[in-house]
């Protein structure tokens, strides 16, 4: 007999539900529009988007739009992009995730006071690109052990460490650890939220105890591959999907103990959707 379990912590995150129930909550205003994407998920931006929520991805567009309401994601943006937008005329509704506003302040505050700002993280993201640009002087952007050992010698000089909220906990210490040995005077902050911990310590233990893992979620989302990432480690029957349709089952036949994760931005409704027809399937085939 098959069971298909959800791990404990999976789906939305109080800083994604805020920004999608501020969204909808602008639906029927006239000329609504997103800062890029709301968060990391093509479905939900086709939800939006047929609710007339605009997505517009070039800053410099926004100077030839009539004034509107701009949406800024909750990944943030940069301290220059919000004024720019502020200047085009728009009324700005800032769903930014606490967590991620706190980081705008700490690096603000830094390198303010002189300090080095050192930002592990992807620095292709946009929660990177718009913590940087919170900093008064250029920081440096880690992701790699190479990168981290390839930081300049501090010899003494003060520095902050702080992480990409979605970053993965146990990789961040081990960066922190070669980052010390560069002899900066560093404080180290860890500014990976709550949420993310208890949903990667989720994904670990129950992918240690399945048989197959399903990682529900965006490819572009970068929580999302962390989680697929851990889960891979622990079982090597890992699937990534973002919808059910995704699914193949064929390759669960014979599982007992079918593991769910999924990202931050994976909405109740497509988890749930999965975890149907994993079920319905598997209960005639196992």
Not at 93 to 106: A, N
Not at 127 to 144: D, L, Q, S, Y
Not at 188 to 209: F, G, H, K, M, N
């Amino acid at each position: 007999m098959c069971e298909v379990v959800i791990a404990e912590h999976a789906g939305f995150c109080f800083g994604v539900r805020r920004a999608i129930d501020k969204a909808y909550a602008e639906e029927g205003r006239d000329r609504i529009y997103t800062y890029g994407s709301l968060i990391h998920n093509d479905e939900v931006m086709r939800d939006l988007a047929g609710r007339g929520i605009r997505q517009v991805d070039e800053l410099k567009t926004f100077s030839s739009l009539a004034p509107g309401t701009v949406i800024i994601r909750s990944h943030g943006i940069s301290e220059a992009e919000e004024r720019f937008l502020g200047q085009c005329g728009h009324k700005l509704i800032d769903t930014t995730c606490p967590y991620v506003k706190k980081i705008h302040k700490i690096v603000r505050r830094a390198s303010s006071a002189g300090k080095q700002v050192i930002i592990v993280g992807d620095r292709r993201h946009p929660e990177i690109r718009g913590i940087c640009g919170w900093c008064r002087h250029t920081p440096f952007v880690v992701e790699t052990p190479e990168e981290a050992a390839e930081l300049p010698v501090g010899n003494g000089q003060k520095a902050v460490v702080v992480a990409q909220t979605t970053f993965n906990l146990l990789k961040y210490r081990k960066l922190v650890e070669i980052i010390r040995k560069r002899e900066y005077d560093i404080d180290v902050l860890d500014t990976i939220c709550q949420a993310t911990e208890e949903r990667q310590a989720a994904t670990r233990s129950l992918a240690r105890a399945a048989d197959a893992m399903i990682v529900v979620g965006d490819r572009k989302s970068s929580n999302t591959r962390k989680l697929y990432e851990i889960s891979v480690k622990e079982c090597k029957d890992t699937f990534f999907v973002q919808t059910a349709s995704d699914l193949e089952i064929e390759k669960l036949v014979g599982k007992k103990l079918v593991g769910i994760t999924a990202g931050a931005s994976a909405p109740k409704n497509i988890i749930e959707e999965v975890l149907y027809e994993c079920q319905k399937c598997l209960l005639n085939k196992c």
